[in-house]
């Protein structure tokens, strides 16, 4: 299934730390890391959008703060991330700018991607980068995150981020080369090249940790692998210590692939139409009706009325002047905001809001039209 890897439009590619950082010394290995954005900017230059999920903050930072080997209490990874998350930003933005492309990081908590609001907020925010051309480099932001309102592994917040973003491909690099019916040490463990659906065997078969830099183990990318396929995107877990590990990927070497059953926008609108609630109701015009049967986004212009008490990122129900419900979608506004602009052309928005808002009520992306 190396294809996929090809083919992927948008791919998420997660580092384990301990490809990152040399476990003897805990400095970045700056020689991989080049080697892996070389990856990267070849598959930007076949019209691929890349994004990184980069461990190794608090591995550095527990070197340059002299902290003491094994596990470290919150308050010490916290402070590691702080010291070790701007030397991994630097090497990043450094290795990065040779190729030509901006560094974007951004720190993320669990909440950003189970609160809609903020959901909203980081896929937008990471949309743009991408659409800038810039590289988006993403972490836990270990630094505010407590143990109760964390992910407190990188493998399950590449899986939401692939999610969030629709992608349609991720890789975990890590230090094992993919998923064997038992520990890879065990005479007769045999390894699965493609798994088609996570069983309770498939989960069985997952252990622990073997870093003492790493957080996850395989416990964890099984987890990641039911979130990203759930979402639409294949998986790969692969061995990454050699350089080009995207390449060596692309051409044949060793990995496990979790097949996904849909495309991230099925999986996208599947989750919209059947899990969440609506808290609203927006009436649509004619005209409005036509554009959301030919696939557009539905406008300001179009909504004749609001009722109901939302926030921006809610679900809301879409419904002709009939009152026939035709349609299910994101609010990108309030219920207080949509009033406000509602009937408006999108560039008055600005004016009538006090701020430069989104050019559609809901974008066609968050949006599922109700089958007749």
Request: net charge neutral.
């Amino acid at each position: 299934m190396s294809t996929d890897l090809k083919n992927a439009q948008r791919v998420v590619v997660k580092i384990g730390s301990a490809l990152l950082t040399d476990s003897e010394t805990g400095k970045l290995n700056r020689t991989w890391l080049q080697a892996l954005v070389a990856d990267v900017a070849r598959m930007r230059a076949r019209g691929q959008e890349m994004m990184i999920v980069s461990s190794g903050a608090i591995s550095l930072g527990r070197r340059a703060l002299k902290l003491a080997p094994g596990k470290l209490k919150l308050e010490e990874s916290q402070a590691a991330a702080a010291v070790g998350q701007i030397g991994l930003a630097h090497a990043f933005q450094e290795i990065l700018s040779a190729y030509g492309f901006s560094c974007a990081q951004i720190l993320l908590t669990l909440e950003d991607t189970e609160e809609r609001r903020r959901y909203l907020n980081a896929r937008s925010t990471i949309a743009t980068l991408l659409k800038l051309g810039a590289v988006p480099v993403i972490n836990e932001n270990d630094t505010v995150a407590t143990s109760e309102i964390r992910y407190g592994d990188n493998d399950r917040l590449a899986a939401r981020v692939a999610s969030m973003v629709s992608a349609d491909c991720l890789v975990l690099l890590s230090d094992v080369d993919g998923l064997y019916t038992a520990p890879p040490h065990i005479p007769g463990a045999e390894h699965l090249a493609e798994v088609t659906e996570i069983t309770p065997e498939i989960e069985a078969m997952a252990g622990d940790a073997a870093s003492i830099y790493s957080r996850g183990g395989m416990k964890t990318k099984i987890a990641a692998a039911r979130i990203a396929t759930e979402g639409g995107a294949h998986m790969a877990i692969a061995n990454g210590r050699a350089l080009h590990p995207l390449k060596a990927i692309e051409d044949g070497a060793r990995c496990t692939w979790f097949a996904a059953h849909s495309t991230p926008v099925a999986s996208r609108k599947r989750w919209i139409s059947g899990s969440l609630k609506s808290l609203g109701t927006i009436t649509i015009d004619a005209g409005a009706v036509k554009a959301l049967e030919r696939g557009r986004s539905l406008l300001p212009a179009g909504i004749t009325a609001i009722e109901g008490d939302f926030g921006r990122g809610d679900a809301v129900t879409v419904r002709d002047a009939r009152g026939h419900e035709i349609a299910r979608g994101l609010s990108a506004y309030s219920s207080d905001d949509a009033r406000t602009i509602m009937g408006h052309s999108s560039h008055e928005t600005e004016e009538l809001l006090g701020y430069s808002g989104r050019a559609e009520m809901i974008h066609r992306d968050d949006l599922v039209l109700k089958k007749p």
